[in-house]
């Protein structure tokens, strides 16, 4: 089979088959003849060697081609294919630029290795103009080329041949092949520009290709860490249902998981929030952390996070970190939306289980009180005193009421109440009491306050408890002050205080205020009757309204009372 005639041959071989069609018939010499042979010979050699060096190229291409595709390790097949370039085309070194994050081309790979840690020169203006107009550049000589010669970069080098083709993807450059040769002019042929550009194509797809993977592979690993994280972090605090010990280790983990230099937990109490731990220094952006607390929308920033803690959407608290000298990403700011679910989830754990601790250590207390405290008006009603079955039938309710609140069977019927017509009543009912000791009770509460969702008589007890407490332990003359409103840091809970001028509590005894059958051993609290059973069964009933129940006192100037209750826009109110 005879090879295609190559374009740039085939007017000569048209033009020999003329001339030798013209000599027939007019006895040409030898002479002539043998040069016609040898042209002959001469254009089918050209032909052979042009075909050759076509085949060799297809075949480097098709090596530079494999070898590309071989692995999604890009740093290994593309040197391989840099190699196979260089060989190629002769060039004296071949280089793969890629564009950094300022759009700059940076040499990548380099073939053959330059020794010492001298930075890789190229002609940048060469590798610029390809980049600029998405296509190959091929110079026989930079020196006399008008395009080049006057650049710096081509007369410091002594640059003569050059090759150079932009790698484009989908319409992106990612950088540029470069092959030079430094001490020879018209190295390149035009065939090897050709041939460049087609290698140029395969490997702007090939890089496209591996880099999809490698930022696959590296979310992949960056998932794989944050799930072990987050394992090794839940291991550790099942472990521990010590509520203090959560909170510290739980901001332990939230800090460490975003490399922060500074972090505070807060929880949300009674009165408000309340920073339980910090690391690094004071917690700055009280306003940003209210506003996190009352949208319960995350801050998700380079150098600060503000995360709501929750729970079956009920908020419990605030994590905030602030970032050093390396500011936050994005991988740390979905991580750490995990963290804090977890740290919720175990705060709401250590809390149910201090809960079920309690619960479980009254369960002893109050087989032993029963009979301590129903042993009196026993013996009184043996005695035949007619005032022993109303103590009997009042201790037996208050130990029936936190029974089934114990157990869980309190019948709870919540409906929306108006709390003043509630407090009035209250009021109205113990105004003898305080009317005999002499003191001043005085309420503060805004008209248009919002009913709460809540059991009337539920309701009625808890006030009734409260207000009794503040007028039996405040000595004669002395006040009693009653505010309600919305709750500052809540606008969905309304907060009841009631503050008095009373005995106070001892520091040593706070901590035991809420226990079951728990009371002081000051001579002033002790001279007042009563079971130990009535701030429990208060706290309780706050409790599964959805409120939570605190107080500070300072022994011999008073005490505060607070508890919070939800508000509702029901239409039908009591």
Avoid at 340 to 366: C, K, M
Wanted: net charge negative.
């Amino acid at each position: 089979m005879s090879a295609t005639p190559s374009p740039e041959l085939a007017p000569w071989n048209v033009a020999l088959r003329a001339l030798r069609q013209a000599l027939k018939g007019a006895h040409p010499t030898s002479e002539l003849l043998a040069h016609l042979d040898v042209l002959e010979a001469t254009l089918q050699a050209s032909q052979s060697e042009k075909l050759m060096t076509e085949q060799a190229g297809l075949q480097a291409l098709y090596t530079v081609a494999h070898k590309v595709n071989a692995s999604l390790d890009w740093t290994e097949t593309l040197d391989e294919a840099i190699k196979a370039l260089v060989a190629l085309t002769g060039a004296e070194r071949g280089a793969l630029l890629l564009l950094d994050d300022q759009g700059e081309p940076q040499v990548r790979l380099i073939y053959p290795v330059e020794e010492g840690s001298r930075k890789p020169s190229f002609s940048e203006s060469i590798v610029s103009e390809a980049i600029q107009q998405g296509s190959p550049i091929f110079t026989h000589d930079a020196q006399l080329d008008p395009r080049f010669s006057t650049q710096e970069s081509v007369i410091a080098q002594g640059l003569r041949s050059v090759l150079c083709a932009p790698l484009i993807a989908l319409g992106r450059p990612l950088g540029a092949i470069y092959l030079e040769h430094r001490m020879k002019s018209e190295a390149f042929r035009s065939q090897d520009l050709t041939f460049l550009g087609m290698a140029a194509e395969l490997i702007a797809l090939a890089l496209t290709n591996a880099q999809k993977y490698q930022y696959l592979q590296q979310r992949l690993n960056a998932r794989t860490r944050n799930l072990k994280f987050l394992q090794d972090m839940m291991q550790t605090l099942q472990k521990d249902y010590n509520y203090p010990r959560i909170l510290h280790q739980s901001l332990q983990w939230a800090m460490q998981a975003v490399g922060a230099a500074r972090g505070a937990l807060g929880t949300l109490e009674v009165n408000g929030l309340r920073w339980q731990t910090q690391q690094g220094g004071l917690v700055s952006n009280y306003e940003r952390v209210h506003s996190v607390l009352r949208d319960q929308r995350p801050v998700l920033e380079p150098t600060l996070i503000i995360l709501p803690l929750t729970r079956t959407a009920r908020p419990l608290g605030v994590l905030t970190l602030e970032s050093g000298a390396t500011p936050f990403n994005a991988d740390q700011h979905t991580l750490i939306q995990s963290v804090a679910t977890v740290i919720a989830l175990f705060l709401e754990n250590a809390r149910l289980y201090e809960g079920l601790r309690q619960a479980q250590q009254s369960q002893w207390d109050l087989v032993h009180h029963m009979l301590t405290s129903l042993e009196p008006p026993l013996r009184a009603l043996e005695a035949g005193e007619a005032q022993a079955p109303q103590n009997l039938r009042h201790i037996w309710n208050t130990l029936h009421t936190f029974t089934l609140l114990e157990e869980g069977r309190y019948p709870l019927a919540l409906l929306p109440v108006k709390l003043r017509p509630a407090l009035f009543a209250v009021l109205e009912a113990h105004h003898p009491l305080w009317v005999a000791r002499d003191m001043h009770v005085e309420l503060d509460m805004p008209e248009s306050l919002p009913p709460v969702l809540a059991d009337p008589d539920a309701l009625t007890m808890i006030f009734t408890q409260l207000l009794r407490n503040a007028i039996l332990y405040t000595p004669p003359h002395g006040r009693v002050y009653i505010q309600v409103d919305l709750m500052p840091d809540a606008p969905g809970f309304i907060l009841c205080s009631i503050e008095d001028t009373g005995y106070g509590i001892n520091q040593a005894e706070q901590e035991f205020i809420f226990t079951p059958f728990f009371r002081s051993q000051r001579p002033q609290i002790q001279s007042v009757p009563g079971s130990g059973l009535g701030l429990a069964i208060v706290k309780r009933l706050v409790e599964i309204h959805g409120g939570q129940i605190g107080f500070r006192s300072l022994p011999d100037e008073g005490s505060t009372f607070y508890f919070t209750l939800p508000k509702t826009d029901g239409n039908e109110v009591l």
